[in-house]
């Protein structure tokens, strides 16, 4: 326990702890676009096929 005390009190525990919240705000950030831009291009792909196969 007083390991994790001498981490957070110490300004490069607290730097590091601020980059790895960072990162994870980054990562959710991405994974959100992603799953929009991935349903929106399935939707795209989908609709270029059917208009295809109609011809």
Do not use: C, D, H, P
Request: proline share 0%; charged share 15%; glycine share 8%.
């Amino acid at each position: 326990m007083m390991k994790i005390r001498n981490f957070l009190k110490n300004s490069k525990g607290a730097t590091a702890i601020e980059y790895g919240l960072i990162a994870a705000l980054i990562a959710v950030a991405a994974i959100g676009a992603m799953s929009t831009l991935g349903t929106k291009l399935k939707n795209t792909f989908s609709n270029v096929s059917n208009n295809m196969n109609a011809q």
